[in-house]
């Protein structure tokens, strides 16, 4: 069982920067692919980044590339989302997620999400 929480969730104005840390409780963090995940309004959950359950591999939706950077640190039970020159279309609620294996891009692979935190930029 594992226990994600988010947060660094604000207002921020467009091109600004963010860091949304998630904080993992449980057994063997180590275990887990980690994901970030994000739902704007009247929208489906999407994909932004993974990781690898050692952090030897990223993985970003293309809106992400260039912009967001996804890692974690295993020892501190957290993985991070990294999320520079922000756009008004980047507002939404940000979800993390935990699978054992790989990183996957669909939100039905995940066993355990957190509650979300919101971002909105203003433009």
């Known amino acids: 069982q594992v226990q994600l929480v988010e947060s660094g969730g604000g207002l921020v104005q467009a091109g600004g920067s963010l860091r949304l840390p998630c904080a993992a409780s449980g057994r063997a963090f180590f275990n887990y692919a980690m994901g970030w995940f994000r739902q704007a309004p009247g929208k489906g959950r999407e994909f932004v980044a993974g990781?690898?359950?050692?952090?030897?591999?990223?993985h970003y939706a293309d809106f992400g590339k260039g912009r967001f950077t996804i890692s974690r640190d295993n020892s501190l039970n957290t993985v991070w989302l990294q999320m520079n020159s922000l756009k008004p279309e980047d507002t939404a609620i940000y979800y993390c997620?935990?699978?054992?294996?790989?990183?996957?891009?669909?939100?039905?692979?995940?066993?355990?999400w957190g509650q979300g935190t919101q971002v909105t930029v203003s433009s």
């Open positions: 990781i690898t359950s050692w952090g030897g591999s990223n």
């Open positions: 997620a935990a699978r054992q294996t790989d990183v996957s891009r669909r939100t039905d692979d995940y066993d355990y």
